[in-house]
């Protein structure tokens, strides 16, 4: 079972529908009771860093995703829900993210490009992630965000894409995953990760 995290934000259905069809059975809740008993977690998200976060807090879901990620949980964020993973955001202002990678969110810089980064875009990896399995390097995913992460630590960092600079496209120590883009629009390329998730989490 994932437990998919539901803090009133964000592309629920669409994330539940693509992993229900690569064989996960989805619970969808705002219970911290039952994100603290979860044995995987999904923490989806769109829209901006600083209402996302508060109303994790407002729920009481913030705290009950530390504690479960402590005791070893997986958790995979996505778009929104992965710049959550980190220590901060200087969207609108600056907002502090959950902790559990170091690092800040921050905005794309004036390079010419549209911001925000919308679009499919090439994602780079190494190939040895096992999050990755069967995606080929250069493979194609649907990017939409105006902010990007940046891992503290560079181990952290495990697939980039190139929008002007390398940014991070995925990131993750351990049992703590997160993706920029959005999997459930990025067809055979997000449905394949989605699956490795499923499959990581349930060996």
């Not at 710049?83 to 993210?97: A, C, I, N, P, V």
Request: glycine residues 12%; hydrophobic residues 40%; aromatic residues 8%.
């Amino acid at each position: 079972m994932i437990t998919m995290i539901d803090y009133g934000l964000g592309n629920l259905r669409s994330v539940q529908k693509a992993l229900e069809f690569v064989g996960a059975s989805v619970q969808l809740t705002a219970d911290p009771a039952l994100v603290r008993a979860a044995a995987k977690l999904v923490l989806p998200g769109v829209g901006a860093f600083g209402a996302g976060i508060a109303a994790l807090h407002a729920r009481g879901l913030a705290n009950a995703i530390r504690e479960a990620v402590g005791r070893g949980t997986p958790i995979l964020g996505i778009c929104l829900g992965m710049q959550f993973l980190f220590d901060e955001s200087s969207e609108m202002g600056r907002h502090q993210g959950l902790g559990l990678l170091p690092g800040r969110v921050v905005r794309f810089p004036h390079n010419g490009l549209p911001v925000p980064h919308m679009g499919w875009n090439q994602v780079q990896h190494n190939g040895t992630h096992p999050l990755l399995t069967g995606v080929p390097a250069g493979a194609y995913a649907y990017f939409v965000h105006s902010y990007y992460c940046q891992p503290a630590n560079p181990a952290d960092l495990i697939a980039t894409t190139d929008y002007g600079q390398p940014i991070a496209a995925i990131t993750g120590r351990g049992h703590i995953l997160g993706i920029q883009f959005h999997p459930e629009k990025s067809q055979q390329t997000g449905l394949r990760i989605l699956h490795n998730f499923h499959k990581m989490t349930t060996a």
